[in-house]
């Protein structure tokens, strides 16, 4: 049957070439329909980091009564000479409260500031009746403003802008962000006053917004890559073209199969059309090689066609095959973005299987015989000779090859050793980018980035006793005695500040009455509203905190040594520590976790894949070996980055192991051609023949993701390097260590294998 489907597409070239045109006009109108409706792409921080279960719930809960706050544009002003900005900062909060999407503007224009004067409590905000360096001075000095909105060198402030709750999809939020940003631009700052962005919702729209950048830069690049490198290297360009178009028309094809199935993007899944680019041109170039191999026999196209995919064909799928269940693994994971990018790349990978068996024999048919060159097992060309020996070193000393092959792979473990599970929720950003900067300057100068509370629920009566002030006095110095925390508020904080100063006393009322007297007489005194730490009835209160983004694993940690304190603390209540970027972090841990576990399921079904497709359980042990050394070396290469394994290259290992077995089985395939053949020398015709387009395809595939390191998403960009590190350790491995335990372990199995 795939001898006369290759056969039927030479035959009936014309037939073929309307039905691909057919689907990929289809495809096409697709993925148009579904653009002009919305951006199909999704990167809430609910998306991406957070899926299900009851902390997420209870989060749920809790907001309903102290509302979200993953909604907040940060505008930082800084510099030596902020002092003169005040005029600056006032026409800043203007235009921020302007915008018709702009809920509410918080800066020292309007943060209530608790202080006595003339032996009376006054709220009032920091900016009135003073100059803004006197401002910047007193909130400093203050203990619930300082860090919150001025560092503590005053030479810092912030105005937090928070954007409607109901704008959350990046396809509205992006232009939103875009014009607060540029309206921000619009004011003019004195000299030595610099303005920098970041905050959630500007994060959400940047990296969107970058993802696109790469998708449209790397696209035509990549193509343009292998535009030349395969004509020069096939030395003929309607033959070196013919796996490029016919994957690129498969992409065409994926993608507007998922995109019409209502599909949405995420932060991984959005590098799919860049991945079955640079995948999907690895089957195509060993059709190509293996159809001028067979035009030598008869010189008749259609034959030569028929048997190029009888013979390739299974080994093209089953390395395509094995590339998607490497995606389809994931599936497994708990993380939904994880579960979205396995199902959605696997069956993008395995519909462009098709599309390039389908495009490239219809290609290839237009092609004169000709035009398509010469197999260079056919033409006495420098790689025949330099892969014959190489054949010739390694069938003399099939045993130092092993030995020296398996000390590489022990000294790169060894470096990759020190490697452990890490996580940062800006990860994606590489040092020196204006967000990295914006959010480092967050962290040291100001409060941080990371929200966390502490949730506390009374069970009975509310909790305005003196005793539970003190309670949650004593809760919120523990957690602002934390590494990462920078920042904390409670309903006790501010108790104590407004008793303070009233009394001139560094303690906390002494009994509810007083408690009660003091608030009232706080809310008589000015606008100061601790909705945001307390409910009405006093049933519920919060401690509020914002930190540095420490890593998952610090979070992990810190969350479960919170809670138990905090449950000592309050046995008598219901005590949640959370939220989202609490959870976000935990939620990042897991989805490492979930990668990690990916990768053994992997490389099970691939070696059962070997079983099935060998028809030897010693070829398949054979070929397991080679394929475990990629993943040693680049794990190393994480080491020699000084690197974290993160959510941003831990995928590197699932996807990079898929597609590391393809020259496996392609060289086992023909090396069991060969051996059937009667080939007196079967892996040396097994170089001749697989090897020029194993080091071909694995020289474009470096090459397509090495692009991708210049990317300033450290999401692509460490994607990129690790995977060429896995090509690059998987073809040296295939070409070296594979047919050396093929000659030391040639058994009669083997050889009639």
């Known amino acids: 049957m795939r001898e006369a489907f290759g056969r039927w597409v030479v035959r009936r070239r014309g037939t073929a070439l309307a039905i691909v045109l057919l689907l990929t006009l289809l495809s096409a109108l697709g993925i148009t329909r579904r653009v002009s409706v919305e951006i199909p792409i999704d990167f809430t921080p609910q998306a991406v980091f957070i899926d299900r279960g009851p902390m997420i719930d209870r989060l749920r809960e809790i907001e309903q009564s102290f509302g979200r706050e993953d909604n907040d544009l940060l505008l930082i002003l800084t510099g030596p000479q902020l002092s003169a900005a005040g005029a600056a900062l006032v026409e800043l909060h203007a235009e921020m409260e302007a915008d018709a999407d702009v809920v509410t503007v918080t800066s020292l224009q309007n943060t209530p500031l608790i202080e006595q004067e003339d032996q009376q409590l006054r709220i009032r905000s920091a900016l009135e009746e003073r100059t803004l ?112 178009f016919s994957v690129l028309g498969a992409i065409i094809w994926a993608m507007g199969a998922l995109l019409s199935a209502g599909v949405t993007l995420n932060i991984l899944s959005v590098l799919v059309p860049v991945l079955i680019l640079i995948i999907g041109v690895a089957d195509g170039i060993h059709l190509v090689s293996r159809y001028r191999e067979e035009l030598i026999i008869d010189r008749d196209p259609e034959q030569a066609m028929g048997r190029t995919m009888r013979h390739m064909a299974v080994a093209c799928f089953l390395t395509t095959f094995t590339t998607a269940a490497g995606f389809f693994s994931l599936l497994i994971a708990d993380t939904r973005v994880i579960r979205d990018f396995g199902l959605q790349a696997g069956v993008a990978v395995m519909i462009t299987w098709i599309g390039v068996m389908l495009f490239l024999p219809t290609w290839m048919a237009f092609v004169p015989v000709h035009r398509v060159g010469a197999p260079p097992t056919e033409r006495p060309t420098r790689e025949r000779r330099i892969f014959a020996r190489l054949s010739s070193m390694v069938a003399a000393r099939p045993r130092t090859v092993i030995i020296l092959s398996l000390i590489a792979t022990l000294l790169a473990g060894l470096i990759g050793s020190g490697v452990r599970p890490n996580s940062h929720l800006l990860e994606m950003y590489r040092p020196g980018h204006d967000t990295f900067t914006s959010v480092t300057l967050a962290e040291e100068e100001l409060s941080g980035v990371v929200p966390i509370f502490i949730h506390i629920e009374a069970r009975d009566g ?160 054979i070929s397991a070996l080679p394929n475990l050394v990629p993943l040693v070396f680049t794990l190393a290469a994480l080491g020699l980055m000084g690197a974290d394994l993160q959510t941003s290259n831990i995928v590197s290992f699932t996807v990079a192991i898929g597609l590391a ?93």
């Open 462 to 621: 509310d909790l305005l006793d003196p005793e539970d002030i003190s309670r949650i006095a004593a809760l919120e110095a523990e957690l602002r005695a934390e590494e990462p925390v920078r920042w904390t508020a409670s309903l006790a904080g501010y108790v104590g500040r407004i008793h303070t100063s009233l009394t001139g006393e560094d303690a906390l009322p002494e009994s509810r009455e007083a408690i009660a007297q003091e608030l009232l007489l706080a809310e008589m005194s000015g606008e100061l509203s601790l909705s945001a730490v307390v409910t009405e009835d006093y049933r519920q209160v919060r401690i509020m905190a914002l930190c540095a983004d420490a890593g998952g694993p610090a979070f992990v940690a810190l969350h479960q040594d919170l809670q138990a304190r905090a449950e000592a603390i309050f046995p008598d209540a219901r005590v949640d520590v959370t939220g989202d970027g609490l959870i976000a972090s935990i939620g990042i841990g897991g989805l490492i976790t979930d990668l990690l576990s990916s990768v053994g399921m992997v490389f099970a079904v691939i070696l059962v894949v070997m079983w099935i497709l060998l028809r030897s359980a010693k070829l398949a042990l």
């Open 133 to 244: 360096g006197e401002a910047l001075t007193v909130g400093a000095a203050d203990p619930i403003l300082s860090r919150m909105m001025v560092s503590e060198d005053g030479q810092t402030t912030v105005l937090r802008v928070r954007i409607r709750s109901e704008i959350s999809q990046v396809a509205d939020l992006e232009p939103v962000v875009t014009r607060l940003v540029a309206r921000a631009r619009t004011v003019p700052l004195p000299d030595g006053v610099t303005l920098h962005t970041t905050g959630v919702p500007f994060v959400r729209a940047e990296v969107v917004s970058m993802m696109m950048n790469d998708l449209v830069k790397y696209v035509p690049l990549t193509t343009l890559l292998f535009a030349v490198t395969i004509c020069l290297l096939f030395r003929r360009i309607l033959t070196g073209l013919g796996p490029l």
């Open 661 to 753: 077995v393809d020259d496996t089985i392609h060289f086992l395939v023909r090396y069991r051609q060969e051996s059937a053949a009667g080939s007196p020398d079967p892996i040396g015709r097994t170089y001749l023949g697989a090897g020029h387009a194993i080091v071909l395809t694995s020289m474009l595939l470096v090459s397509g993701f090495g692009i991708l390191a210049s990317s300033d998403l450290t999401t692509t960009r460490h994607f990129g390097i690790l995977s060429s590190v896995t090509m690059i350790a998987a073809v040296l491995a295939d070409l070296f260590l594979l047919p050396a335990m093929l000659h030391l372990m040639r058994t009669p199995e083997t050889k009639q294998a």
